[in-house]
């Protein structure tokens, strides 16, 4: 009788525990940290993005392709923009495609350039009306500036996808921040995934995520970052010769990570952030009305590809800009996607 | 001009202190820095008057007071025995501060901040306690309200806050109607309104994210510039052994309203903890700023994204 009551209390006593971590793990996600808000320079809010620019990717000459209307009352844009345009003009680029795109919201996106035969290849992930998420690929035609659609990527273990990155002209890594449902989340499981595409099959490349959302890829190919926004991290994954992933570094940067741009040259990772996660979803529930939620952009650097310091090189009440997801850096100058509305354009004048 | 206090000691601090002290050839000093003129860097001032001690001159807080064309310094020194509260006039001419009085009182503990409301009277954060200084991290610890804020009318001290805890930074708003109050330990920023019988009501309190330390307000807007330590127990290392530990630094500026009880944002004007250690205050003067530290150096810097 003794020994039952004392094994009982041995399991209540691991069972209180285990609850007790993962309230204070929620507790962490929800936190509300001060905003002490500092820019690196003097920033523009641009225009031509009212619907959204979550996520966005330049090229090395200049051109950044912004992906807009995730929030389900805009409608989905693929929209470019030049860094070395000084009117800042944001133009919306017609789609080409047998299929009826109308009705689409777009999300992450990912560009290829084929530096020996010159074709630009774009990927963006398509949130369906049907409730289908898809992989949508097009080539950019630069002579009648239009997208043409060549390809669809459908696959059932497609679920919730958020961001992608190409690795070739036809392949791409692509995570999935959900398996089954928002009661994961919930429940802190952690079966979100990240999967690879190979030109004709899908395969998960690795498990294991909450809420991977943000992915990109080294310069040199070798190493795959992927954000987990309610983990509060960045992991480091190695390739392996058969495309799988293996986990080598979990950073955490004890912000609501989004979307990760890689610095061509310098290997730096470009993250747009949320600091107040709890603020963000509310924000995003109100599909962007009312007080808005507070940016921010981490600069990352890199030694080896492994992630080393982290810095803040932007942090706003929302003021300036709402709800930050995604910024890249060109010659000194950054532009900031927001989830719900216009990109920011900023000079860096004061930053390490 | 900016009046700098430096050498930082007292029975409060733990003995390593005082052997980084020694080693440095560090004395309680008061400085000069002149922010239209940073070339000229710091100066020291020499202290005359002959009821002055330099011996256990440990000065802490600090207070300007212009009047009818003299400028009057308070400061905060902890002594051996007591803490006191010393007035000096500065001698612009010979560089020199006289020392003109000493406040004693019974109600006083642990002096940190002072801030003067005419030549005869101010408010001072009397913050603790005990004076020990492993009773005192006890305090801080257990969030003991052991502190006050005293106001010294012209003949004594008397209590005029509820107990406080950790109250350190003390300074005037703007249009001297308010007294903002730092909590370091209680990360707070706390504004009062004085009343008729200068007791202290306590009308707002603001949550900072970091420990801060000494409060100062910019003359052009009324906004409040805080000196901050955003690691408390990096801080709390580094002023047991300067030497060895390294602490980070960070200073905010708090955009108050009109009236001046309410804050409106929070800027982030520097955050740093590879060349500074420990800010504690921080002066802005036409887009330049002056860093103090606890018992690092200070540093100069130009503001030009606000």
Known sequence: MAAVKFVLSIIATVVFAVVMKKLATVWNVFRSPVIAVHAPGPCIRLEGAEGGS????????????ISSGVISSEKGKILLMDFLDNTHKIKELQLQSDQNMSDAHYHGLSVWQDNEKGGLTLAVIMHRSSGE??????????????????????????????????????????????????????????????LFYDGSRVRVAAGGHIFANGINI??????????ELLEKDILVYERQGDNSLVLKQTKYVDSGVDNIEVDPKSGDLWVGAHPRIGTLI????????????PSQVLKIKTEKGMLRDVIE????????IPASSVATVFKNRMVIGSVTSNPLLCDIKYSK | LTFITSGIDGPLFSPTMKEYHKKDNVRGRIMLFNLEKPA?????????????????????????????????????????????????????????????KTYKGTLVHLLNDVAATGPETFYTTD?????????????QIIGLYYGHVLYYDGRDFIRVSEPTYMANGITLSKDGRHVYVVSSAGKKFIVYKPEANNRLTKINEVELDTFPDNPTIDPVTGDVLLGCHPIGFKITKHLNDPSTEIAASQVLMLHMDKSGTNVTGVTELLSDDLELYG????????????????????????????
């Open chain 2, 279 to 306: 800010s504690s205050s921080a002066t802005l003067y036409k887009k330049r700023m002056l860093v103090g530290t606890v018992c690092h150096k200070m540093m100069y810097c130009e503001v030009n994204t606000l």
């Open chain 1, 54 to 65: 979550e996520d966005l990717t330049a090229l090395p000459d200049g051109r950044v392709f």
């Open chain 1, 218 to 227: 080294s310069p040199d190919h070798r190493h795959v970052y992927v954000a």
């Open chain 2, 127 to 139: 913050y603790g306690y005990y004076r020990n200084h492993v009773l005192h991290f006890l305090e």
């Open chain 1, 133 to 194: 998420d898809t992989v949508e690929m097009f080539k950019f035609d630069e002579k009648k500036q239009i997208l043409i659609h060549s390809k669809t990527v459908r696959d059932p273990l497609f679920y919730e996808l958020n961001d992608l990155v190409l690795v070739s002209e036809n392949q791409f890594y692509v995570t999935c921040s959900l398996k089954w449902s928002l009661l994961e989340l919930f429940l802190h499981l952690r079966f979100g995934e990240v």
């Open chain 1, 313 to 320: 090189v932007f942090l706003d009440d929302g003021g300036e």
């Open chain 2, 40 to 100: 000229d860097g710091v100066r020291e001032l020499m202290i005359v008057g002959n009821q002055f001690s330099y011996e256990d001159f440990a000065p802490h807080g600090i207070s300007v007071l212009e009047e009818k064309g003299k400028i009057f310094l308070f400061v905060v020194v902890h002594r051996a025995e007591e803490d006191t509260v010393e007035k000096f006039e500065f001698l612009e001419k010979t560089l020199e501060l006289k020392h003109l």
């Open chain 1, 282 to 293: 509310y924000f995003m529930h109100r599909e962007g009305q009312g007080a808005p939620s």
